[in-house]
Nanobody, 126 residues
Framework: QVQLVESGGGLVQTGGSLTLACTAS????????MGWFRQAPGKEREFVAV???????AYADSVKGRFTISRDNAKKSVSLRMDSLKPEDTAVYYC????????????????????WGEGTQVTVSS
């Protein structure tokens, strides 16, 4: 099994920045994708950003140009730098990982992710 632990959430004002981090422990997984999804109150979980271990990335349109995902394969970690935050970014952010060999068009689909963290709250005040 793979365990994912997130950190870095918190309260920030509109226009501010936060960096989320996620570290995987347990069974080593090769050829995997790691990334972030989020869920706002009353809404379904949605895709944010993911990065494959070969460097390929995918971002939701709503965060392009504001969020940056990075990975350290040696440390089995993934980070999400969030800039120019908006109130609509308020959500619980979940780290996700999979050992599946996903193509770009499927990397944003939560159904393909096998491992999930417990989530970290991000609140953006107006």
């Amino acid at each position: 099994q793979v365990q994912l632990v997130e950190s870095g959430g918190g309260l920030v004002q509109t226009g501010g920045s936060l960096t989320l981090a996620c570290t995987a422990s347990g069974r080593t997984v090769r050829d995997n994708v790691m990334g972030w999804f989020r869920q706002a109150p009353g809404k379904e979980r949605e895709f944010v950003a993911v990065r494959r271990n070969d460097g390929a990335t995918a971002y939701a349109d709503s965060v392009k140009g504001r969020f940056t995902i990075s990975r350290d394969n040696a440390k089995k970690s993934v980070s999400l730098r969030m800039d120019s935050l908006k109130p609509e970014d308020t959500a619980v952010y979940y780290c996700a990982a999979t050992s599946r060999r996903l193509i770009i068009t499927t990397m944003s689909m939560s159904v393909y992710y096998d491992y999930w963290g417990e989530g970290t709250q991000v609140t953006v005040s107006s």
